[in-house]
């Protein structure tokens, strides 16, 4: 159980497109979704955080308007990266919980297997 | 700023013996810790969690020591198997965040056992 997906698992895209990145929870309700993005030999820096039926939160020096997260039900949220540059190459990963089930412990945070974006 | 750190980006063991991967935090908020195991191609999944108010916590194979005083923990694995080759991250989180529960990572230590 507790399956997290990611489409698609890689992306080579022009500059200046929109890329849309999908996060499903299989076999659970996600009530939070987190958006993480890691650069080589970087750890995993959290963009934001998406509660279902509600505007994302984002992290501090993450734009917006850049990169739009919809979380319109409880087992898929979407990540879309607008006009993106090469500066946007990263792997981006989705994690998933049900904050119901989950009883306030951490660990079920379950992580998809990420989307590795190239943008030439 | 990187409010938590794992030092060691790579390591290699023995097969059988002892691995340990540290990890350092600066946020005197954090209180409570996870270590996540990484496959190429794969999310991260959990492993083990301590919270600050234990100094040690073990689940078969592996222990999670904490050190509040100096801001350290380390996991320790043992015996080690070739199975636990992977990349490990070190993550931690706040109660502060109740209900938005952040989790700041580490770099990554990839562990490779040596058959």
């Known amino acids: 159980g507790a399956v997290v997906s990611q489409h698609p698992s890689r992306v080579i895209c022009k500059s200046g497109t929109s890329v849309k990145i999908e996060c499903r929870s299989l076999?659970?309700?996600?009530?939070?979704m987190f958006w993480y993005r890691q650069f080589p030999k970087q750890s995993l820096m959290l963009m934001a955080t998406?509660?279902?039926?509600?505007?994302?939160?984002?992290e501090q020096g993450v734009e917006k308007d850049k990169f739009l997260i919809n979380h319109a039900s409880l087992t898929l949220s979407t990540l879309t990266v607008t006009s993106a540059h090469p500066e946007d190459s990263s792997f981006y990963i989705c994690?998933?919980?049900?904050?119901?089930?989950?009883?306030?412990?951490?660990?079920?945070?379950?992580f998809g297997p990420g989307t590795r974006l190239l943008v030439l | 700023d990187q409010q938590v750190k794992q030092n060691s980006p790579s390591l290699s063991v023995q097969e059988g013996r002892i691995s340990i991967l540290n990890c350092d935090y600066t946020?005197?908020?954090?209180?409570?810790f996870l270590w996540y195991k990484k496959y190429p191609a794969e999310g991260p999944t959990f492993l083990i969690s301590?919270?600050?108010?234990?100094d040690k916590n073990e689940d078969g194979r592996f222990t999670v020591f904490l050190n509040k005083s100096a801001k350290h923990l380390s996991l320790h694995i043992v015996p080690s198997q070739p199975g636990d080759s992977a990349v490990y991250f070190c993550?931690?989180?706040?109660?502060?965040?109740?209900?938005?529960?952040?989790?700041?990572f580490g770099t990554g230590t990839r562990l490779t056992i040596i058959p």
């Open positions: 946020n005197s908020m954090f209180d409570y």
């Open positions: 993550a931690a989180s706040s109660i502060y965040n109740f209900g938005n529960e952040k989790l700041t």
């Open positions: 998406s509660n279902e039926g509600s505007k994302a939160t984002y």
């Open positions: 301590i919270s600050s108010i234990k």
């Open positions: 076999d659970f309700q996600a009530t939070t």
């Open positions: 994690s998933a919980r049900d904050w119901w089930q989950a009883g306030g412990k951490q660990e079920t945070q379950y």
